[in-house]
């Protein structure tokens, strides 16, 4: 699959297949999002491969509800994590990206893992599409206590994650702004 084709035809995907991911699949999802560039190459990300069921349940519940139309409800993505096969969780080590030696931010926009672990997130995702498996990104969920249930040490926190699996069917295709809407010349609004 070219990867303009990839890009435009990303879902994110709620509903997976009961069937297994290959080892050689995960491997290639894992390469793509480490070859993803970083801020002086420091590749702050860590990779947590969760298969176990009992974990991945865990993990799910630390997602946070959502509120649609006035309501609370349990997070689309609970039900992801614990159909798809495959849960992968990227971690971020604090300090490293857009940091000087000490560990002080170099730039007004702080610590620059958020950046590097999202480029890494989108390597991942493409590299799935293409190998015709689905992901979706997690955001909404209680961080601290993921990192407890996967025992991630000091000095590093839970990002985001995602599930991976054959998904169950394509996803909606959702709309985008006109790119006009996006896109100026020389300065803001022009």
């Given at each position: 699959?070219?990867?303009?084709?990839?890009?435009?035809?990303?879902?994110?995907?709620?509903?997976?297949?009961?069937?297994?991911?290959?080892?050689?699949?995960?491997?290639?999802?894992?390469?793509?999002?480490?070859?993803?560039?970083?801020?002086?190459?420091?590749q702050?990300?860590?990779?947590?491969?969760?298969?176990?069921?009992?974990?991945?349940?865990?993990i799910?519940?630390?997602?946070?509800?959502?509120?649609?139309?006035?309501?609370?409800?349990?997070?689309?993505?609970?039900?992801?994590?614990?159909q798809?096969?495959?849960?992968?969780v990227?971690?971020?080590?604090?300090?490293?990206?857009?940091?000087?030696?000490?560990?002080?931010?170099?730039?007004?926009?702080?610590?620059?893992?958020?950046?590097?672990?999202?480029?890494?997130?989108?390597?991942?995702?493409?590299?799935?599409?293409?190998?015709?498996?689905?992901?979706?990104?997690?955001?909404?969920?209680?961080a601290?206590k993921?990192?407890?249930?996967?025992?991630?040490?000091?000095g590093?926190?839970?990002?985001?994650?995602?599930?991976?699996?054959?998904?169950?069917h394509?996803?909606?295709?959702?709309?985008?702004?006109?790119?006009?809407?996006?896109?100026?010349?020389?300065?803001?609004?022009?």
């Amino acid at each position: 699959m070219e990867i303009l084709e990839a890009i435009s035809t990303r879902r994110s995907v709620r509903h997976y297949k009961d069937e297994p991911v290959d080892e050689g699949s995960i491997r290639t999802v894992l390469e793509a999002a480490h070859w993803a560039p970083s801020w002086g190459n420091t590749q702050c990300w860590r990779f947590i491969v969760v298969r176990d069921s009992g974990i991945k349940t865990e993990i799910a519940d630390t997602l946070t509800k959502v509120k649609f139309e006035n309501e609370w409800i349990e997070n689309a993505a609970v039900k992801a994590i614990k159909q798809a096969p495959v849960l992968i969780v990227i971690c971020a080590e604090l300090g490293k990206a857009g940091c000087h030696p000490d560990g002080t931010p170099a730039t007004d926009k702080g610590d620059w893992y958020m950046f590097d672990i999202a480029l890494a997130m989108e390597n991942l995702t493409l590299a799935a599409r293409s190998l015709g498996l689905g992901t979706v990104i997690i955001g909404n969920f209680d961080a601290g206590k993921a990192a407890e249930i996967l025992d991630v040490p000091a000095g590093f926190i839970v990002v985001t994650m995602t599930p991976l699996g054959f998904p169950a069917h394509e996803g909606q295709i959702s709309p985008r702004k006109e790119l006009s809407e996006s896109v100026f010349h020389d300065k803001f609004n022009q």
